[in-house]
């Protein structure tokens, strides 16, 4: 009920009551000091009496309100009351002479504001029948002004008359008058709420949209103070809102912020690209302003393109292969045969011939030659053209093992590489075992080759639930970060003889078993290569990349 506005105007007309009536028994009370006339200090004795009926009544009106709960019932009471007080304090203070009738329109007004334009004829026609019979009274002699006990009447009858039709008029036009001001008042009112009802919902629909949308959306004002930061804005910074809101956008964002106040590098409206918080933001800005198109800040629309930029890097790199796939038949027809064609012969002739010792050397330098040639070209295509392999259930513990018996006879052995190898329980995976062999193989080879002069090689195996993974690390000289990004690509290579070929086969065999594959790399401390593969075949409504 304390929402209710007519309970709060209740409130203070019951304030307003106290305070009009303590200005009365003010005004009272300097009369009496000011009069020296016993007599007339005597008449104010009953003005005394009416003021505290008032605050009586006052009193009462608080408990009353208490009890009874219909508002327009406690309004008819305490108009009738003070229409009463009043009559009392009209009679008392000197009849047709006093000049307390003023405080009827009061009651007639806020009767209006409570209870309508019935409500202020109802107390129109009171207030006239209360003073007409009090003046009538007084005329016929039935009553007479408390002061002037035993006076002579000297008022006519038209001048009684007059002052009653006059005091009639007044109250209905003031009630009539105060009516339409309170249909007016109520069709403001009225009118007021339904724009405010259309502006919560248009402000409701605006808050939706914006909270709804997936981009991110900040305002900042002319001094960098951040004002506003939507839900999609929290989910790509991973911010809580109310860690944001008032702090200055170089304290959140600080290679942002240092975008931002480079305007040569952008303009408004136009959209550019800025690295922060460790996700590639794509970013525009436009002016914000107010009613009057004065420029209070700006408001900052930004998304998250890190995953798009990877699929760019991802389709580049498609593109890469699918050219290297184009050419790779025409050119495997153009290698292989006369490849063939040489290597028949070479060998036919170091079968039959006897050779010196350094023909002998000649002959195994272009047998190495033609070996290598012919892996070059094998690497090559299967790197262009994967072949869909068969897969089953294979276990990556025994082919470690058999690697690493086959690594110490392999040209590229150091005698002082430690070998410490941990491996889980269950290294059980789903895939093709020729394949996976490569793939550990040659990262194991990669990491022989970074240790030429010792080290210490570990193999790893962790089990992640649905995954394997696999870790291979060497305590060699690393990667530099500038060429880290590049590994994967066909035919890039940080060694001398390499082809370029290695790290891209794995990866692509990796992917077509639904893998990862990652390199963790400290120049001068080691690298780290990590694959996850998966345990099961994945069903046909399951993505298991990881």
């Given amino acids: 009920m304390k929402d209710n506005p007519l309970e709060k105007r209740l409130w203070w007309l019951m304030f307003y009551r106290v305070v009009i009536v303590t200005l009365l028994l003010c005004i009272t009370t300097f009369v009496r000091i000011k009069e020296t006339e016993p007599s007339l200090q005597a008449a104010l004795t009953p003005v005394y009496f009416i003021i505290a009926l008032t605050y009586l009544f006052s009193f009462a009106y608080f408990f009353i309100s208490k009890i009874i709960k219909n508002i327009r019932l406690n309004i008819y009471i305490q108009s009738i009351s003070d229409l009463l007080l009043i009559t009392g304090l009209v009679y008392v203070t000197g009849g047709i002479e006093s000049i307390y009738s003023v405080f009827y329109p009061l009651v007639i007004i806020y009767s209006v504001l409570f209870l309508a334009g019935r409500g202020g004829l109802i107390s129109a026609s009171l207030s006239s029948i209360f003073y007409g019979l009090l003046l009538d009274l007084e005329y016929y002699g039935i009553i007479q002004p408390i002061y002037q006990l035993g006076y002579n009447y000297n008022s006519s009858e038209g001048y009684v008359f007059s002052r009653i039709f006059i005091h009639i008029v007044s109250f209905y036009i003031i009630a009539l008058l105060a009516s339409f001001a309170a249909r007016r008042e109520k069709m403001a009112r009225d009118l007021l709420a339904e724009k405010e009802s259309a502006f919560d919902q248009l402000d409701l629909l605006h808050r939706s949209i914006i909270e709804s949308v997936d981009t991110g959306i900040l305002t ?305 401390k080691g690298t780290d290569c990590i694959v996850l593969l998966p345990r099961q075949e994945a069903s046909d409504g399951e993505d298991s990349r990881c």
Avoid at 336 to 363: F, H, Y
Avoid at 379 to 385: G, P
Avoid at 425 to 443: C, D, F, K, M, S
């Fill in 220 to 524: 900042f004002d002319l001094k960098e103070i951040i004002k506003y930061f939507n839900r999609g804005a929290e989910e790509i910074t991973g911010f809580v809102r109310s860690q944001i809101i008032n702090k200055k956008i170089n304290d959140i964002f600080p290679h942002l912020s240092s975008m931002l106040n480079k305007e040569d590098q952008w303009k408004i409206g136009s959209r550019f690209e800025v690295v922060d918080l460790g996700k590639i933001l794509g970013c525009s800005v436009s002016n914000l302003v107010d009613g009057n198109k004065e420029k209070i800040g700006n408001i900052l629309i930004f998304q998250d393109l890190t995953v798009i930029k990877e699929m760019e890097g991802q389709i580049e790199k498609n593109k890469r292969l699918a050219f290297v796939g184009e050419m790779a038949a025409s050119l495997a027809h153009e290698i292989r045969n006369p490849l063939a064609s040489i290597s028949g012969p070479i060998q036919m002739l170091s079968k039959n011939i006897s050779l010196d010792e350094t023909d002998k050397k000649l002959m195994q330098i272009i047998l190495r030659g033609k070996d290598r040639l012919e892996g070059f070209v094998k690497d090559f295509l299967l790197l262009a053209r994967p072949k869909q392999s068969e897969r089953k259930n294979i276990n990556v513990e025994v082919i470690i093992d058999d690697l690493l018996e086959s690594l110490c006879f392999s040209p590229e052995w150091c005698k002082d590489i430690e070998v410490i190898k941990n491996l889980c329980t269950q290294t059980g995976i789903y895939g093709n075992e020729a394949e996976i062999r490569q793939v550990i193989w040659n990262l194991i080879l990669n990491a022989v080759q970074a240790m030429p002069e010792g080290g210490r090689l570990k193999i790893k195996t962790t089990d992640r639930k649905k995954y394997l993974e696999i870790r291979i690390s060497d305590t060699g000289h690393g990667i530099e970060e500038k060429s880290q990004d590049r590994l994967f690509e066909p035919f890039y290579t940080t060694k001398k003889n390499g082809t370029g070929l290695g790290l891209a086969i794995v990866n692509r065999i990796v992917e077509s078993h639904m893998g990862k594959i990652s390199i963790e790399s400290k120049p001068g």
